[in-house]
């Protein structure tokens, strides 16, 4: 799956660097299905990666599902390597393509 193979690239091109840690900076993950149509799309200010996790700063995510769209923004995230869970915090707030927006201090996400 295309989400896997963008997550390794990043992985190897991390662990081939010289720094314990390395700082992205404005970065976008893209997301993609097995007909190859984009799935969701994150994008961000920073994104600290780290050997366990991703943390990100100023988070702007899409999800793409049946031609709508759900927008997501939030202060952090964090993104688990192991298992690529996704969590937001601080300020979130999701709109729905139906314009319902629901105000959260966290989410979780289970790519």
Request: glycine share 4%; net charge negative; proline share 0%.
């Amino acid at each position: 799956m295309k989400i896997t193979v963008i997550f390794l690239i990043l992985t190897v091109l991390i662990l081939n660097s010289s720094a314990a840690s390395e700082i992205l900076k404005s970065f976008t993950l893209t997301g993609y299905d097995e007909e190859n149509k984009k799935k969701w799309e994150m994008k961000g200010e920073n994104a600290a990666v780290s050997d366990d996790d991703i943390a990100l700063t100023d988070v702007k995510a899409s999800i793409y599902e049946n031609n709508r769209v759900v927008d997501i923004k939030a202060d952090k995230g964090l993104i688990i390597k192991s298992n690529q869970r996704v969590s937001l915090q601080k300020n979130v707030i999701l709109k729905d393509y139906n314009g319902g927006i629901l105000y959260t201090e966290a989410l979780n996400w289970d790519q």
